[in-house]
């Protein structure tokens, strides 16, 4: 009996020192200012080669990343420093505090609108001045992992037409005209001449380098990262590594806080997962046949009145992976694609999951990705003009004679049911409201939804309502009145281990079956001896 006990407590010494070794890389937890009795929100911190080689694995980082995404940051997180100012830094305590709406990761209400740019604003200055920033309300993260890699594949299909061009105008020696078509959605067209020159005054909805940028109301930020990196230090002054502490004209602590690699790598990586992984929203049909026969019909309204020119009903991913770094981010962001991350959005992540479809998958996000002017020309004695009234274009360019401060990316709609307020300052309360407010190339189908008898309207208005954010682990669609996770009678979608994302975690759990397998070994090795003599070990 002695010796088994020994033989135990050896190897959970063993075990222990292996957990030891597993995770010897994080980053140590920051720590305190001296005489400053308190601790970090977050206790550690993690480097992106462990998410990598799997040595941690896929549903520990995501909390990693919830962790972050809801912390009240203090000080010894790094919060703060002395060479950012502005009201939009720090502007808010968590991540969380404004993407609230319905849960964590939505959206926030008016009282939550951030102003753009402000960020880079000194004290002395007006920095809520639409001349210096633009109000924007906060918008939902769910299902933005999809809509990432749908953004990623319209742009490979753009930028595959623009090489086409370029490649037949030398070879013909003639200037070579073709059309910008990504997922079925026009971006207008793109001239290559013989010496490789490009005239881009056709192209609309996307900037000239042909990259779709599917965040911000704007549309000018290409992925979660470089939101996350932007967010993390204009609104909490969180100085990610990847943006300053290897940046060699900004260094380690440019805030001159005292705490270098605030955020590291890892850290980023985490957050972005946990945000890729959410849920995407879905549909709440009413209990009563009469109800859901007024939603069908309210759908073919939508449709009807040419809503759909713009907010696209459905656009198919060709791979069904959501995977890290994005190769498109800005130097700002960690770009590095051999040391890629994916997971399956079918099968992993919080649910709903997308459909599966094929290798890809299906988005009903309703949004074309496009920037689209929604404000009437000024001479219209009726013009409608409410979207119209920021000063600053960040980064949006003029199109068609039109200033690039009245261009918005096309909202989508699929969690449009639970995720008021609307409008990009989020300064309209109903979707009747949002609907009214469109002009300019919205405004015949706005025309349209008021040419119609008021129950149609409302039918329209009662479909717009079905598509919100689930709560987690739900099915695509579920009824009134439903709530938790899930329905009894219907199963979670499943979390298998296979896809690219788990081969990590099942590297891991391999090894660590082998290594408990060595340890059993070794404990039968060290009660051998025993049973030779005839010992007892009961």
């Known amino acids: 009996m002695v010796r088994l006990f020994r033989a135990l407590a050896l190897v959970g010494l063993l075990a222990a020192a292996f957990g030891a070794a597993w995770r010897a890389s994080a980053h140590d937890p920051h720590v305190c200012p001296e005489g400053f009795p308190d601790t970090p929100a977050v206790a550690g911190h993690v480097e992106h080669e462990q998410i990598v080689n799997g040595a941690l694995p896929f549903e520990p980082t995501l909390e990693i990343g919830q962790a972050w995404f809801e912390a009240v940051v203090n000080d010894c997180d790094g919060q703060g420093g002395l060479t ?16 609230n709406r319905p849960r964590s990761g939505g959206g926030g209400d008016f009282t939550a609108t951030s102003f753009v740019l402000a960020q880079r604003l000194d004290l002395m200055t007006d920095p809520v001045s639409g001349e210096l920033s633009d109000g924007r309300n906060t918008v939902g993260v769910f299902g933005a992992g999809p809509i990432e890699m749908l953004a990623r594949e319209m742009t490979a299909e753009l930028q595959a037409i623009r090489a086409t061009a370029v490649s037949r105008a030398a070879a013909e020696g003639v200037p070579v005209t073709i059309a910008l078509m990504a997922k079925g959605i026009g971006f207008g067209a793109i001239t290559a001449l013989p010496d490789g020159v490009l005239d881009t005054r056709a192209v609309e909805g996307v900037n000239p380098d042909l990259i779709v940028r599917p965040f911000y109301q704007a549309g000018v930020v290409v992925s979660l990262r470089e939101s996350t990196v932007n967010e993390l230090n204009h609104h909490h002054v969180l100085q990610a590594e990847e943006a300053f502490d290897l940046d060699p004209f ?23 997962l946990w945000q890729a992984a959410l849920g995407v929203p879905g ?118 004679g039109r200033p690039g401060a009245e261009y918005f990316l096309t909202r989508k709609l699929w969690d449009v049911g639970n995720s008021a307020p609307y409008g990009h300052r989020g300064d309209l309360a109903t979707i009747a409201e949002a609907i009214l407010a469109h002009g300019g190339e919205a405004r015949i189908s706005r ?6 008898p008021a129950e149609q309207q409302a039918a329209i208005v009662r479909f717009l309502k079905t598509l919100q954010v689930l709560p987690p682990g739900s099915p695509r669609v579920i009824t009134e009145g439903q709530t938790g996770s899930l329905p009894a009678d219907e199963p979670a979608a499943p979390r298998p281990a296979g896809g690219e994302a788990s081969l990590g975690d099942t590297l891991v759990s391999v090894l660590a079956a082998l290594v408990v397998i060595a340890l059993a070994g070794l404990a039968v090795l060290l009660l051998w001896p025993a049973r030779r003599r005839g010992g007892s070990t009961r």
């Open 84 to 99: 950012i100012t502005g009201t939009s830094a720090p502007a808010a305590s968590s991540c969380a505090g404004c993407h």
């Open 250 to 272: 900004k260094g380690p602590d440019f805030d001159q806080d005292g705490i270098t690699r605030e955020l590291t790598t890892g850290d980023v990586t985490a957050i972005v």
């Open 283 to 400: 549909r709440v049909l009413p209990a009563g046949e009469a109800g859901r026969q007024e939603v069908s019909l309210g759908e073919q309204f939508f449709l009807q009145v040419g809503c759909a020119g713009c907010h696209a009903p459905e656009l198919q991913l060709n791979s069904r992976f959501f995977s890290e770094p994005n190769p498109w981010n800005p130097p700002s962001a960690f770009r590095n694609t051999s040391q890629l991350v994916s997971f399956d959005m079918t099968t992993q992540g919080e649910g709903p999951t997308l459909e599966l479809l094929g290798q890809g998958a299906v988005i009903r996000a309703y949004t074309d990705l496009k920037r689209h002017d929604p404000c009437d020309d000024p001479g219209r004695p009726d013009a409608i003009r409410h979207f119209c009234n920021e000063e600053l274009a960040q980064n949006r360019l003029d199109q068609g």
């Open 447 to 452: 025309d349209a939804f008021m040419a119609l």
